[in-house]
């Protein structure tokens, strides 16, 4: 956002002004740029495996302790420095000379990766997946992995796939791994991006686009704001009006991708970031993407674009008949209590009939606690929810729905779009 746009708001820092200094600002880069290369030299200079090239297939290894990629790794193996992994395999005769591929998932931090002691590929940060090729497979040979740890914890994300391709088939890598760890490191601090600094985006990236027109925006964001997702509603309200009125085009349409599933931030408050993402339907021509369901609950980065890019199409054909705000999925408008203890919970479904699964559990949040909710039935366009005749409700009492960082969806409309989240105060 632009600075009249965080000074309406309230949210340039008070260090914002130095910013502008350019003296300041480079010396804050080398003293970054400093810190960064003295970290990687230490780095190299330390790691016994470096020096002693446990690379090397020949290398004894023999002593090493034995650990599988697939289980969740003993603490000792997850705190900052360098780790060496390494295992002998043997393929089948008859894949001997062909091309294959390893295939490892996502690491933290960084990665080398060796085949009989020739590097075939690396990865400098943690959510890439690590794909590498092997030209001609040999009937033995030994594969090394250099892991390279900046912050705890570390390793190898042991819900993902470990696995070497050759044309259809696969082999299970996930077992029969040596380890040693050969160095112990300090945290590694963030590395320094002048263009994070407040305004730093939007005059790089978005001010120098004024004088183009846009048939519509898409906007996949909100990870970075869920450990602080208040009043990111208002915020992302004023960068739509702000970029419209940039654009000198009050009805561009702007359309959004709502949070996907992910477990990987522990401490983030993903269910309330996609509520915050809700209230800019309350501006015209908007669309939200609901993409429950398309994320991976062990990646914050998942792969599978194909369908958000797809649902991203349907937001733009139908943000137009919905000027007033549309979302492809039902859309839970309020939570109504009907007798005392039964709540209709109604939805907006943009003409889409919708069903929702049977013996799923919503929730009755309220004074802190959290009740299951599975008595319920649909009626047409309505969910009927009963509580247990023990329950009385709490003037602060909330109706959930996939409240939580990694749901799994089970109201979906006619065309398989699944309902946003949503938290409702029961009126």
């Given at each position: 956002?632009s600075?009249?746009?965080l000074?309406?708001?309230?949210?340039?820092?008070?260090?914002?002004?130095?910013?502008?200094?350019?003296?300041?600002?480079k010396?804050?880069?080398?003293?970054?740029?400093?810190?960064?290369d003295?970290?990687?030299?230490?780095?190299?200079?330390?790691?016994?495996g470096?020096?002693?090239?446990?690379?090397?297939?020949?290398f004894?290894?023999?002593?090493?302790?034995?650990i599988?990629?697939s289980?969740?790794?003993?603490?000792?193996?997850?705190?900052?420095?360098?780790?060496?992994?390494?295992?002998?395999?043997?393929?089948p005769?008859?894949?001997?000379?062909?091309?294959?591929?390893?295939?490892?998932?996502?690491m933290?931090d960084?990665?080398?990766?060796?085949?009989?002691?020739?590097?075939?590929?690396?990865?400098?940060?943690?959510?890439?997946?690590?794909?590498?090729k092997i030209?001609?497979?040999?009937?033995?040979?030994?594969?090394?992995?250099r892991?390279?740890?900046?912050?705890?914890?570390?390793?190898?994300?042991?819900?993902?796939?470990?696995?070497?391709?050759?044309?259809?088939?696969?082999?299970?890598?996930?077992?029969?791994?040596?380890i040693?760890?050969?160095s112990?490191?300090?945290?590694?601090?963030?590395?320094?991006?002048?263009?994070?600094?407040?305004t730093?985006?939007?005059?790089?990236?978005?001010?120098?686009?004024?004088k183009?027109?846009?048939?519509?925006?898409?906007?996949?964001?909100?990870?970075?704001?869920?450990g602080?997702?208040q009043?990111?509603?208002?915020?992302f309200?004023?960068?739509?009006?702000?970029?419209?009125?940039?654009?000198?085009?009050?009805n561009?349409?702007?359309?959004?991708?709502q949070?996907?599933?992910?477990?990987?931030?522990k401490?983030?408050?993903?269910?309330?970031?996609?509520?915050?993402?809700?209230?800019?339907?309350?501006?015209?021509?908007?669309?939200?993407?609901?993409?429950?369901?398309?994320g991976?609950?062990?990646?914050?980065?998942p792969?599978?674009?194909?369908?958000?890019?797809?649902?991203?199409l349907?937001?733009?054909?139908?943000?137009?008949?919905?000027?007033?705000?549309?979302?492809?999925?039902?859309?839970a408008?309020?939570?109504?209590?009907?007798?005392?203890?039964?709540?209709i919970?109604?939805?907006?479904?943009?003409?889409?009939k919708?069903?929702?699964e049977?013996?799923?559990?919503?929730?009755?949040?309220?004074?802190?606690?959290?009740?299951k909710?599975?008595?319920?039935?649909?009626?047409?366009?309505?969910?009927?929810?009963?509580?247990?005749?023990?329950?009385?409700?709490?003037?602060?009492?909330k109706?959930?729905?996939?409240?939580?960082?990694?749901?799994?969806?089970?109201?979906?409309?006619?065309?398989?779009?699944?309902?946003?989240?949503?938290?409702?105060?029961?009126?």
């Open positions: 956002m600075e009249e746009s000074n309406k708001l309230n949210s340039l820092p008070p260090s914002y002004n130095a910013l502008k200094n350019k003296e300041y600002l010396e804050i880069q080398n003293l970054d740029k400093f810190y960064q003295n970290y990687q030299k230490l780095c190299e200079e330390i790691d016994e470096l020096h002693q090239s446990w690379q090397d297939p020949n004894d290894d023999r002593n090493w302790p034995e599988s990629l289980e969740t790794w003993n603490e000792k193996y997850t705190f900052p420095g360098t780790l060496w992994l390494r295992k002998r395999l043997q393929i005769d008859r894949f001997i000379g062909k091309e294959g591929e390893l295939r490892f998932g996502t933290t960084a990665d080398v990766i060796y085949v009989n002691g020739n590097k075939i590929g690396n990865t400098g940060y943690k959510y890439p997946p690590r794909n590498y030209s001609k497979l040999r009937k033995s040979f030994t594969i090394a992995i892991l390279k740890i900046y912050n705890a914890p570390g390793g190898i994300t042991h819900s993902k796939p470990h696995i070497l391709l050759f044309g259809e088939n696969r082999l299970d890598l996930n077992y029969g791994w040596k040693r760890r050969s112990t490191l300090p945290e590694r601090h963030k590395e320094y991006f002048i263009n994070y600094e407040p730093g985006l939007y005059n790089g990236m978005i001010a120098t686009l004024q183009l027109k846009f048939a519509a925006i898409l906007w996949y964001q909100g990870e970075s704001d869920a602080s997702p009043n990111y509603g208002p915020r309200r004023e960068l739509i009006e702000s970029w419209r009125k940039l654009f000198k085009q009050p561009l349409p702007f359309l959004y991708v949070l996907p599933n992910c477990d990987t931030e401490d983030a408050d993903w269910a309330r970031l996609r509520e915050e993402q809700k209230e800019v339907l309350k501006i015209s021509r908007t669309a939200m993407v609901v993409t429950i369901g398309d991976e609950d062990d990646d914050l980065h792969l599978n674009k194909k369908d958000v890019a797809h649902k991203l349907n937001a733009y054909h139908n943000v137009k008949l919905f000027p007033n705000g549309y979302c492809i999925g039902p859309l408008k309020e939570a109504i209590q009907a007798k005392r203890n039964v709540i919970l109604s939805f907006e479904t943009f003409g889409k919708f069903n929702v049977k013996n799923k559990d919503f929730e009755l949040f309220q004074g802190g606690h959290s009740y909710v599975r008595d319920y039935r649909q009626v047409e366009e309505q969910i009927i929810l009963e509580l247990p005749a023990t329950l009385s409700l709490q003037p602060d009492a109706v959930r729905y996939n409240w939580s960082n990694a749901p799994q969806a089970f109201i979906w409309n006619e065309e398989g779009y699944p309902a946003s989240p949503f938290g409702l105060n029961i009126q």
